[in-house]
């Protein structure tokens, strides 16, 4: 499994945009790269997934350079509500049966102040 | 919430006693998983499950067994609770879908060994 490399701690004000990045540096070439969040006394929400290039949904955009050993999850124009911890996450989620499952690291903390 | 509960929700117990939680599912999901969090860790895998009987160790399983006789009951024990068990536990089920690793979590419950 990918080992990733998340910064433990962001600050924020509202309404700006905010980009944390994961490194993955030995990310295979079935791996995909997926999001989560989590807020206190939840279980984790699972925010976004991508291959290559950008994905983006109603909540966040995910880069991926070409060499696909990092990954960029943007949140445009942050909330206080958007306070929670980001987990990256590397994987083959294609692999059926034993060696389904992905690593949660310790997550990005993020703070959004006023 | 795809349809996950897990009881009980809080659980205090002494140590070396047995303890039993349950992860109920109402929507067929075939893989399921257990974790544990806590301060420092994020979250760790104990154990998931690709199907009924099937099971396999996640990264944390040492002192804790599972069993999935039926495919909405998940069933994570401690054979003989220690204090280093203490934490919060949450059980995920993945979406049916290969093109993705979406995973809904319960709750969570809270478990205190004395």
């Known amino acids: 499994l990918a080992k990733t490399t998340q910064p433990i701690s962001m600050d924020s004000y509202e309404g700006q945009e905010v980009n944390i990045t994961c490194s993955h540096n030995?990310?295979?070439?079935?791996?995909?790269i997926t999001w989560y969040q989590q807020f206190p006394s939840q279980g984790p929400r699972f925010i976004i997934q991508?291959?290559?290039t950008k994905v983006t949904n109603e909540v966040a955009s995910l880069f991926i350079p070409a060499d696909r050993k990092s990954s960029t999850l943007s949140l445009p124009r942050v909330s206080l509500s958007d306070t929670a911890v980001y987990y990256c996450?590397?994987?083959?989620?294609?692999?059926?049966?034993?060696?389904?499952?992905?690593?949660f690291g310790t997550g990005t903390q993020l703070k959004v102040e006023l | 919430d795809a349809g996950i509960t897990q009881s009980p929700r809080h659980k205090v117990t002494e140590t070396g006693t047995p303890v039993t939680l349950r992860c109920h599912q109402t929507?067929?999901?075939?893989?399921m998983y257990w974790y544990r969090q806590d301060p420092g860790h994020g979250l760790r895998l104990i154990h998931y499950?690709?199907?009924?009987?099937?099971?396999d160790k996640g990264e944390v399983s040492d002192g804790y067994s599972v069993s999935r006789s039926k495919t909405e009951d998940f069933l994570l024990t401690l054979e003989s609770a220690t204090s280093s068990q203490t934490s919060v536990y949450f059980c995920a089920i993945r979406l049916n879908r290969n093109t993705s690793y979406e995973q809904y979590f319960g709750p969570g419950t809270r478990l205190t060994v004395t």
């Open positions: 929507e067929n999901h075939r893989y």
């Open positions: 991508g291959y290559k």
């Open positions: 996450l590397v994987g083959d989620i294609l692999i059926t049966g034993g060696g389904n499952k992905l690593t």
């Open positions: 499950s690709y199907g009924v009987k099937d099971t």
């Open positions: 030995n990310i295979a070439t079935n791996d995909y």
